[in-house]
């Protein structure tokens, strides 16, 4: 039987092309050197695979197999076909990672956990989320000057990992 373990979990969230993946990416790099495990789920489009027509895994999922589960020498990956089920929320897909310091969601904008949003000038809306969306500081490659959360600059991935150890409740490494 698998532990529950409470994950700390912070999300990166923006309208499209705000710089949600680019970000995540620079951040997890970041706290990774600082010696932090870190995981990341993505929400996706529901047509999104990972599998390809053609592999032996993609022909055991369309061959009709519920979960798929991938082995190597180098990684795993299990893959669950939802089928006729609804989509999993967050909290649920948690509970499948791991225990690590700190995980990084990128996308479930309407989830309560707490959230940095992305904005870019190229993005494809430039309005702000909502502020029923938890958002606890803003990253943006432009002034943000009705700000009532912290704002940090989009390349200063220093400051916002600082700022994520600290609003996740991470004691500073030393």
């Given at each position: 039987m698998r532990q529950v373990v409470e994950q700390r979990v912070i999300g990166i969230s923006g309208w499209k092309n705000s710089g949600k993946t680019t970000?995540?990416?620079r951040l997890v790099?970041?706290?990774t050197a600082r010696g932090r495990k870190v995981s990341t789920i993505k929400h996706a489009h529901h047509d999104a695979d990972v599998d390809h027509e053609g592999t032996d895994s993609f022909r055991h999922r369309?061959?009709?197999?519920?979960?798929?589960?991938l082995a190597t020498g180098r990684r795993w990956a299990l893959m669950h076909e939802l089928r006729d089920e609804g989509e999993p929320a967050l909290e649920e897909l948690l509970v499948k990672l791991s225990p690590c310091d700190i995980v990084l969601v990128e996308g479930f904008k309407k989830d309560a956990h707490p959230k940095i949003e992305v904005r870019r000038l190229e993005a494809r809306f430039r309005s702000p989320?909502?502020?029923?969306?938890n958002i606890i500081a803003i990253a943006a490659d432009h002034e943000v000057g009705d700000a009532t959360v912290p704002v940090f600059d989009l390349n200063d991935?220093?400051?916002i990992a600082d700022f994520i150890e600290g609003a996740a409740g991470l004691a500073r490494h030393g």
């Open positions: 970000l995540t990416e790099a970041e706290l369309a061959a009709g197999a519920s979960e798929v589960l989320l909502p502020a029923s969306m991935i220093s400051a």
